[in-house]
């Protein structure tokens, strides 16, 4: 079992920054893929960026891509998603997500491949 656990959300203004942080315990990180999903007022979850278990591989949503980073942090059993120059648009509660696999560089876009989820971190973005 791997607990999930988000932090870093927040209120900021349009243009601004945040960065969340999800702590993972349970498990070995370092043989678990990671995402990050977002989910709106109303509308379904979306997938926002992922990476692979050896941290070399990464996958963004056009909607984030040049905006936001993801990293990991296997020493910490953390992962991290830097979000830039943010848009109200990008309002909604942000979940990250892990996946148990043996292939180190693949990274997983569908919600539906992950195992294990957090509670969830609220981001507001002002315009």
């Known amino acids: 079992q791997v607990q999930l656990v988000e932090s870093g959300g927040g209120l900021v203004q349009a243009g601004g920054s945040l960065r969340l942080s999800c702590s993972a315990s349970?498990?070995?990180?370092?043989?678990?893929?990671m995402g990050w999903f977002r989910q709106a007022p109303g509308e379904e979850r979306e997938f926002v960026a992922s990476i692979s278990s050896s941290g070399r591989s990464t996958y963004y949503a056009d909607t984030v891509k040049g905006r936001f980073t993801i990293s990991g942090d296997n020493a910490k059993n953390t992962v991290y998603l830097q979000m830039n120059s943010l848009k109200p648009e990008d309002t909604a509660v942000y979940h990250c997500?892990?996946?148990?696999?043996?292939?180190?560089?693949?990274?997983?876009?569908?919600?539906?491949?992950?195992?294990?989820w957090g509670q969830g971190t609220q981001v507001t973005v002002s315009s």
């Open positions: 349970g498990r070995t990180f370092s043989s678990y893929a």
């Open positions: 997500a892990a996946r148990p696999t043996p292939y180190s560089n693949t990274y997983y876009q569908g919600g539906n491949q992950y195992h294990y």
